[in-house]
């Protein structure tokens, strides 16, 4: 069964940083993109950073370019989302997802599994 469980999340203050964490099972890691996605209240959901586990190419949303780092740690299968600079704006729920033999995209028509997500809140 495949299964994701992200953490990390919490209330910091703008400026600040987080790092959250995708901790997978029930698949071949390195098979498998995993991408963050986030979505606020009365917003769709979007895609933030994604990385493809069996080369290590990753692609972002240009809203957290240059802010969020997105790595992989092959031998804990767990993905990480490095934050800093946190803006109010990034104030979300954040999903991690998984897809199969993907390239590393932000479409979420992509990923078939996705965890329960995890909440950011950053004040002003």
């Known amino acids: 069964e495949v299964q994701l469980v992200e953490s990390g999340g919490g209330l910091v203050q703008a400026g600040e940083s987080l790092k959250l964490s995708c901790a997978t099972s029930?698949?071949?890691?390195?098979?498998?993109?995993i991408a963050w996605f986030r979505q606020a209240p009365g917003k769709e959901r979007e895609g933030v950073a994604c990385?493809?586990?069996?080369?290590?190419?990753?692609h972002y949303a240009d809203s957290v370019k240059g802010r969020f780092t997105i790595s992989s740690d092959n031998a804990k299968n767990t993905v990480y989302l490095h934050m800093n600079s946190l803006l109010p704006e990034d104030t979300a729920v954040y999903y991690c997802?998984?897809?199969?033999?993907?390239?590393?995209?932000?479409?979420?028509?992509?990923?078939?599994?996705w965890g329960q997500g995890t909440q950011v809140t950053v004040s002003s």
């Open positions: 997802a998984a897809g199969w033999q993907i390239w590393a995209t932000l479409v979420t028509e992509a990923f078939s599994s």
């Open positions: 029930g698949f071949i890691f390195g098979d498998f993109a």
């Open positions: 990385i493809k586990n069996s080369n290590g190419v990753t």
